[in-house]
């Protein structure tokens, strides 16, 4: 799995460099930050709109902005994939450099209108990782690589993110996560359905990775742009030398 994952990864990031071009190659940036978006089965379709759409929100808001603006010589790199199963990633928005504020309202657009690929398909983080991990190696040589993972659930497929640290150096790359809790609900037939209990710990301990890596939670998926924004805005700050503000 992990070939294939590699593959299809190696494809994605040559498309994107031939599509960039040499600017993208030479471009110096501060930092390459990867979105990972959990579209696996227990996210309906409203709960993905609505992540999309916070997420584009995020992306918007003028201190977010501002924070990837700070440094017009050293910009950032951003990219987008969704993921669910052992072999469901797939690019939505591949690797772009955000050197002012039309290329983020652009990119903003790109997720908000996007479309998932999948429906239907489990929780493979171990696999997510994986495939991260080959689109940073294909992605712009920049001097910080954070990957950003959301998601909803503890992994139920394929090999988790235990063995996924072990068989990949991670050791430049810095692994965050946004555990999206959602309260269960009675169905009509009397069942509960849900997010794990204890999902932003699950994430801490077994998730994230790196110096200063952390957890960001959102209250359910209406709580996704805050909860975003607010992470966004850390994970920038940290790499502009300023202090993060609750």
């Keep these: 799995m992990a070939r294939s994952s590699a593959l299809r990864a190696s494809v994605a990031g040559l498309l994107c460099a031939l599509a960039a071009g040499p600017a993208m190659a030479q ?72 050197r002012d504020e039309a290329a983020i309202l652009a990119t903003a657009d790109r997720i908000a209108t996007s479309r998932r690929s999948y429906a239907e398909f489990s929780t493979a983080i171990g696999h997510a990782l994986d495939y991260a991990h080959d689109l940073f190696a294909t992605g712009p040589a920049c001097d910080a690589r954070v ?22 150096d991670f050791s430049a790359i810095t692994v965050n996560a946004l555990a999206i809790e959602v309260r269960e609900l009675a169905t009509d037939h009397g069942m509960t359905e849900g997010a794990e209990a204890g999902l932003a710990a699950y994430f801490r301990d077994t998730v994230i990775r790196g110096p200063a890596a952390f957890v960001e939670v959102a209250e359910g998926f209406e709580d996704v742009a805050r909860a975003m924004r607010r992470k966004l805005r850390r994970e920038l700050e940290v790499r502009i030398g300023l202090h993060h503000r609750p």
């Design 27 to 98: 471009a110096p940036c501060r930092l390459a930050l990867l979105l990972g978006m959990d579209i696996s089965s227990s996210v309906d379709p409203l709960e993905d709109a609505l992540q999309r759409g916070g997420l584009a929100q995020a992306l918007r808001a003028p201190d977010v902005v501002d924070a990837i603006l700070s440094q017009p010589d050293r910009p950032v790199a951003l990219a987008m994939f969704e993921w669910s199963g052992r072999v469901q990633q797939d690019m939505v928005i591949p690797w772009v450099i955000l």
């Design 147 to 168: 990957l950003d993972l959301s998601g909803d659930g503890v992994n139920n497929d394929g090999f988790g993110p235990v063995i996924a640290y072990a068989q990949r």
